[in-house]
């Protein structure tokens, strides 16, 4: 799970190499955009994310596919009220009957418009490129009360009268306060969310954080005017879902938490402040409830069969039931799409799939998980990306006129597209043949047991690969299994998946399903762990592979204002208990931007300490943050003499409908010996080095006589030593290098596609050290849904003359790092014993003196 504020990151890439590639609603000026965006923010999903009531409680209209379909309860067909140009969210419905407000999610912003059920026409009623959520109207219409960006970029509760399909006198009704409070994924500014009116339209109750650290807020009311005074009468920690909604006698709020529990349900409290119970059970997520303003029933949404649906509740009995859209009658021609992907045996086969329709929207099949990019180019892209995974033949309803579809499988074989022409309600059919990526015969290659032809393969090994870090279900719009879990890693040709199970806040939503040994739902081709990452905001976190007996609890340190708000346990510490149960440690997603110990910004990172003490076994050199930045700090630490092989991993939130990945977007590459996919070998590879970390590019390297994570020894004076490099890659490549102890050894030259190269010759090697080779881009390229495509081995080792590694310069960089990190643990109110500072500070002491003897 992600540490570091990537909103600062990506504002701070001024440069002219990343400005193509934009976060999604960048205006927003909060930090951890991937939470909110995933749990407060209206997301593509094919089933219903939304609903609101009639006024007379017989049917309900929803958002479905990115648009507002209308559906009596007695029915089960469901009729489609609006069809872009954007995707539509978030409706309600006015008292009167005649008007649906809702959000349009278009160029880039949000804003609201307002539906004429008597014409079907649709006004916008705000402007200014904000991101604007949540509308309500007031019991009488008059007025539309809703979550705006518009102050300072942050969310903060605006009002304004409703009449005739046009909105005036917009006032914001909530300050701006700042927070002096600790937080960390949340802003310090608070926020104000979710108004819902009271039944007399007087006043309104909403989730604000204000005086907490932790969480989106506890519930608050105050009278519907500006400058009035809100008081909070009820706390707990939410998460952005709470989403409370005033039962039509005014006496009760119901709304979505997880309190106690690892899943959000249905639960209620006094409207004037009190305790709270349950309404509804279950190990999955019901979300968004509305009352019926007869009071009989509360319509909500729930992931329980994994894609989003729509369930009513009867008030009192409790009992449930699906209003499911079983037609759908649609506003524009529509057409019938079936898409069949083949591998190159001519079998059906899981992948990525990405379908745009003749208007520029997504479209998947009706049952499909649908995932949205978390980036976009505006001067290339209406929308971000979207896909979904296929298990080989899919059938989407798109509508008349020209379909494109592009399919992909990994790294390993080349991306695939097609157009075609769908005619009013016509059907049509498409094949995609996939082709594996392949290697000159002179290369001495051959295929692996798939038939694909891996990098480096040979009759004594060959190359799976594996996403180090993911998560399989972390408070996202979708319920994830394992069974679903491996369905998304055979999409995308992952030989190995790493469910990190973590704390979301108090909860651990994947804590049933951690085990020893591979899940039941492994495939002999596709191996799930359930594994564990350590999970502190201030040393840095850990990924912890194949613990062997139990999952470590505490589960993460240094959280204030909890019984966990002590640095000790330290990173180090962790590391000792995981090796104690056979695990390999790693430091996941390390660095957005290069650390520099003389910049007065925070730095508590305890990566370099935990490398001199040995606890250490790789480092996710492409994860979620900016490669070339880790990758820097990698250099140093191999400078000082450190072996640290790569790995990588996507910090996928798998269950996420807009995410950063997908799963294996990030991936390493390993060296294993002939056979069945096998936990042990993979790992082992690992630890020796015997990879390669990619993105999208394929790599291979060799030095005189040793491949990747070998040691060459030679004998002292410059010898002239043989290497060899190839690059395969689904997207064209800008700079190919060899480097040797941090520094460019060999530019080697791209032409053509820039997709492929082979190459060999000398360098000259005059001191120990190490040499890698890496492939990256100036810029972002799709469909590699990253910063910008990157690969790199791992070091081969040069020993020359038994001469040590050292750099005086590099490890003088470290001292200056612990030094820091020293006065933060000197400084540091939080802990529990004097005992364990003075752990911790020997813990820093001990490292800085194995860096400061490469200063003398």
Request: hydrophobic letters at 35%; glycine letters at 8%.
């Amino acid at each position: 799970m992600r540490i570091r504020t990537l909103i600062i990151f990506m504002l701070a890439l001024t440069s002219t190499a990343f400005a193509d590639r934009q976060p999604v609603l960048k205006q927003i000026a909060l930090p951890h955009p991937y939470y909110y965006r995933e749990m407060y923010l209206p997301q593509l999903t094919t089933g219903p994310s939304a609903v609101a009531w009639s006024p007379d409680s017989k049917e309900v209209v929803f958002s479905m596919a990115g648009s507002l379909w209308r559906q009596r309860l007695d029915s089960s067909t469901a009729v489609q009220l609006t069809a872009g140009p954007g995707y539509d969210y978030q409706p309600d419905w006015s008292r009167d009957g005649r008007w649906i407000v809702y959000v349009t999610y278009y160029k880039n912003a949000i804003e609201l418009h307002a539906l004429d059920l008597q014409n079907g026409q649709s006004k916008q009623l705000t402007s200014g490129g904000n991101v604007n959520v949540e509308p309500r109207f007031s019991p009488d219409g008059k007025r539309i009360a809703f979550v705006s960006t518009a102050h300072n970029g942050r969310f903060h509760i605006f009002a304004g009268d409703f009449s005739d399909g046009t909105l005036s006198n917009v006032q914001r009704l909530t300050g701006e306060t700042r927070s002096s409070l600790p937080r960390y994924y949340y802003s310090q500014f608070d926020t104000e969310i979710s108004p819902t009116w009271s039944p007399d339209g007087s006043e309104l109750a909403f989730i604000c954080n204000r005086g907490h650290i932790y969480g989106s807020g506890g519930f608050w009311r105050m009278k519907a005017q500006p400058g009035a005074e809100a008081h909070e009468i009820y706390y707990e920690e939410t998460t952005w879902k709470a989403r409370p909604d005033w039962s039509p006698d005014g006496t009760r709020l119901v709304y979505s938490s997880y309190l106690g529990r690892q899943w959000n349900q249905l639960w209620v409290i006094p409207a004037a402040g009190g305790d709270a119970f349950p309404l509804t059970y279950g190990e999955y997520d019901n979300t968004a409830p509305r009352w019926s303003p007869d009071g009989r029933h509360i319509a909500f949404i729930s992931n329980r069969g994994g894609n989003t649906s729509l369930w009513i509740q009867d008030m009192p009995g409790g009992a449930q039931r699906q209003l499911a859209s079983k037609q759908r009658r649609y506003l524009k021609p529509m057409g019938r799409l079936s898409i069949t992907v083949l591998n190159e045996s001519g079998k059906p086969t899981a992948a990525r799939v990405f379908v745009l329709g003749s208007d520029q929207r997504a479209y998947s099949p009706d049952n499909a998980w649908m995932h949205a990019d978390d980036s976009l180019d505006p001067a290339k892209q209406a929308f971000e990306a979207h896909y979904f995974h296929t298990l080989g033949h899919s059938d989407v309803t798109v509508p008349a006129g020209s379909v494109s579809v592009e399919v992909m499988k990994g790294f390993e074989y080349r991306v695939e597209k097609q157009d075609v022409t769908m005619a009013p309600n016509g059907q049509g059919g498409m094949t995609v043949h996939l082709h594996a990526i392949k290697w000159t015969d002179t290369t001495g290659n051959t295929p692996t047991k798939s038939g694909v032809a891996r990098s480096q393969s040979t009759n004594n090994s060959h190359w799976i690969s594996a996403d180090l870090h993911v998560h399989m279900n972390y408070a996202g719009l979708y319920r994830n299994t394992p069974q679903h879990l491996v369905q998304q890693g055979e999409a995308e040709n992952l030989d190995i998946i790493e469910d990190l199970v973590v704390n979301k806040e108090v909860r651990i939503p994947d804590i049933a399903y951690f085990r020893i040994g591979p899940d039941p739902a492994s495939k002999p081709d596709m191996l799930l762990m359930q594994s564990q990452e350590f999970h502190t905001s201030y040393w840095g976190h850990l990924g912890l592979l194949n613990l062997t007996r139990n999952f470590l609890i505490p589960g993460y340190a240094a959280y204030p204002n909890t019984a966990a708000a002590s640095l000790y346990p330290a990173n180090a510490d962790i590391a000792d208990l995981a090796h104690a149960q056979g695990a390999l440690v790693g430091y996941v997603h390390p660095f957005d931007t290069f650390p520099d110990p003389a910049d007065p910004a925070p730095l508590t990172d305890e990566l370099p300490v935990d490398v001199a003490l040995g606890k250490v076994d790789y480092m996710e050199i492409l994860g979620f943050s900016d490669h070339k930045s880790t990758a820097e700090v990698w250099y140093k630490l191999l400078n000082c003499g450190f072996h640290i092989p790569t790995g990588a991993g996507t910090d996928a939130m798998a269950n996420f409908a807009s995410l950063r990945g997908p799963v294996g977007l990030n991936r390493v590459y390993a060296q294993v010996p002939p056979g069945p996919t096998d936990i042990h070998r993979f790992l082992s590879s690992l630890r020796h080095g015997h990879t390669f970390a990619t993105n999208g590019p394929l790599l291979r390297f060799s030095l005189g006589d040793q491949s990747l994570g070998g040691e060459l020894k030679l004998a002292a004076g410059t010898s002239q030593v043989h290497f060899t490099a190839a690059l395969r890659s689904i997207v064209p490549v800008d700079h190919l290098q060899v480097l040797c102890n941090g520094k460019v050894a060999r530019e080697i030259p791209l032409s053509g596609k820039r997709e492929a190269a082979d190459a060999q010759g000398t360098l000259p090697i005059s001191q120990s050290g190490w040499c890698i080779l890496r492939a990256w881009n100036e810029k972002a390229e799709l469909p590699v849904l990253d910063l910008y495509p990157y690969a790199t081995t791992s070091p081969i080792y040069i020993s020359l003359g038994g001469e040590p590694v050292r750099s005086a310069k590099d490890a003088a960089y470290f001292v200056a790092w612990i030094d820091r990190l020293s006065q933060g643990v000197n400084s540091y109110p939080g802990w529990r014993s004097a005992a364990e500072k003075q752990h911790v500070l020997k813990l820093l002491s001990d490292s800085r003196a194995i860096y400061a003897q490469q200063t003398k």
